[in-house]
């Protein structure tokens, strides 16, 4: 009883920290010069899904089997567990060719609005929400959707989420026009975002980079309003020297 109580304790003050956040970050977003990554337009479509009765794996293989994706929508309470869960099925097609189009990474950064319908012939709408994919399992090899976890996103939300990174500058970086190669640490970095701010990618700027010069993630230039969750010393890309093998070849 006792370490149910301490358990308990903790998840409510957990909850309680990030819900004073989200308080604080509903009430004051900073005004800045917003030319920070915007969601491509031409990917600004309606996910269609249907409702699922029941899951299990003889239910799955039936709704792949028939052309639709196994998929759960839910809410999110503490930036990364939910609840209130519903369980649909997507159109297998419209995710891979968002999959196909976006990138994996890009497709879990962006929001959708989602429309659940009682069943594939009926107009009518039991639920219309703006989502964030969560998680998306892709078949090996065939790369065909086998599942998607969706997270419902209002603008009051506050979404952990894993943001892609788009390394630009290579062509002009100092180190890597002296032989120099590429090491990239890190190819998403995770940020607490406010959901009508979440950024598509974060663009990182490699133009100035000369030998054993790095960036960290504390120098990413993102919204102001965006939390960082791991640490601002942690590197996420490095203009490293010559591979030994490139060294061994100049001699």
């Known amino acids: ?3 149910r109580r301490i358990v308990l304790t903790k998840s409510l003050h957990h909850f309680r920290l990030l819900s004073n956040y989200a308080t604080a970050a509903a009430a004051v977003v900073p005004e ?6 915007k969601p491509n337009p031409k990917y600004a479509e309606t996910i269609h899904a249907v409702v699922r009765v ?22 999110q309470e503490d930036g990364q ?8 099925s997507v159109q297998a097609n419209q995710i891979r060719k968002l999959v196909n ?25 039991i639920e219309k929400v703006r989502v964030l994919p969560r998680k998306v399992h892709l078949e090996a090899g065939s790369d065909a959707p086998l599942n998607v976890t969706f997270i419902r996103a209002p603008s009051s939300a506050l979404l952990k989420v894993d ?44 133009s100035e980079l000369d030998v054993n010069q790095k960036l960290l993630m504390g120098d990413l230039r993102v ?18 020297g010559a591979r030994v093998s490139d060294q061994k070849k100049s001699k």
């Open 32 to 37: 800045v010069d917003d030319d920070f990554p």
């Open 1 to 3: 009883m006792l370490i």
């Open 54 to 75: 029941t899951s299990g794996k003889n239910i799955a293989a039936k709704e792949r089997k028939a052309g639709r994706v196994p998929s759960i929508v839910f809410e």
């Open 101 to 125: 189009h976006l990138g994996r990474s890009q497709f879990l950064s962006r929001l959708f609005d989602l429309e659940v319908h009682p069943d594939l012939e009926s107009q009518d709408v």
């Open 223 to 240: 919204h102001p309003a965006l939390k960082l969750v791991q640490p601002k010393d942690h590197p996420v890309v490095k203009i490293a």
């Open 163 to 206: 943001v892609p990174l788009v390394f630009r500058g290579e062509d002009v970086s100092p180190g890597l026009k002296k032989g120099s190669y590429l090491n990239i640490i890190k190819r998403t970095v995770k940020f607490i975002c406010p959901a009508d701010l979440i950024p598509p990618y974060i663009d990182v700027d490699l």
């Open 81 to 88: 567990h939910g609840g209130n869960k519903r369980l649909i």
